[in-house]
Each structure stands twice: as structure tokens, then as C-alpha cells.
């Protein structure tokens, strides 16, 4: 079976530095597009990064280049997010997703993606 599992989530203040891992259970995460996603309250669940595993291209929305970083780590079959000078506006539940197909940039709309994780809470308090 299939499954993505989401931690790291928490409570910083702004500036401060979050790590997300997601755990890739049930599949061999080479060749896979992997991206984060996350969604505020009230607002549709957007893109934040994407990297496909075995290649060193990343793709990052313009909001978090420069802050976030995303990696794999395919020996331990998991995919994270490092995020530097946190803002309040990064608050939302984060997911992580995956996909088979070739596409692989942040900017590809969540329809593309079938797998998804159960989410991790990121607050950012000013």
C-alpha cells in the first residue's frame, strides 16, 4: 500500500526554522516527482516545491525561494523541506505528494498529483 507520512510540523515565531520530512512507504521513490503543497485556511491548497528523486533540478515558488529547500534522501526513502526566516504568512497544513510522470516543477496543479499525505500544522506567529 501506498503511503506519504508527514512530521515536522510546529509552532515558531517568524524568522524562525522548520524542517519537514515526509516518509515514502509502499513504493520505490527513484523516478518519482515529489513535491510540498500546503493550504491556509480559507484558501486552495497551493504548490511550494517539487524534486524529482535521482536529479539535482528543484522547483520552488517564487513566495519561499530563497527560504525553503527541498531534498531527498533515497537511501531512507524520504523527502524533506527546510524552512528558513519562517513568515506568518507561511502558516497552513502541509502536505506532501507524489507523481510518476515526467512534469516535475512546483507550479503543477494538485490534480496531477494521486498520492498525498495526511498533513503536518505549520503556525508562524509574528
Known amino acids: 500500500q501506498v503511503q506519504l507520512v508527514e512530521s515536522g510540523g510546529g509552532s515558531v515565531q517568524a524568522g524562525g526554522s522548520l524542517r519537514l520530512s515526509c516518509v515514502v512507504f509502499?513504493?520505490?521513490?527513484?523516478?518519482?516527482?515529489m513535491g510540498w503543497f500546503r493550504q491556509a485556511p480559507g484558501k486552495e491548497r497551493e504548490g511550494v516545491a517539487a524534486?524529482?528523486?535521482?536529479?539535482?533540478?528543484?522547483s520552488y515558488v517564487d513566495s519561499v525561494k530563497g527560504r525553503f529547500t527541498i531534498s531527498i534522501d533515497v537511501a531512507k526513502a524520504t523527502l524533506y523541506l527546510q524552512m528558513n526566516s519562517l513568515e506568518p504568512e507561511d502558516t497552513a497544513m502541509y502536505y506532501c505528494?507524489?507523481?510518476?510522470?515526467?512534469?516535475?516543477?512546483?507550479?503543477?496543479?494538485?490534480?496531477?498529483?494521486?498520492?498525498w499525505g495526511q498533513g503536518t500544522q505549520v503556525t508562524v506567529s509574528s
Open positions: 509502499g513504493y520505490t521513490i527513484n523516478n518519482y516527482c
Open positions: 505528494a507524489a507523481h510518476s510522470r515526467p512534469a516535475c516543477w512546483a507550479q503543477l496543479p494538485t490534480t496531477e498529483f494521486p498520492i
Open positions: 524534486i524529482r528523486a535521482g536529479y539535482t533540478q528543484t
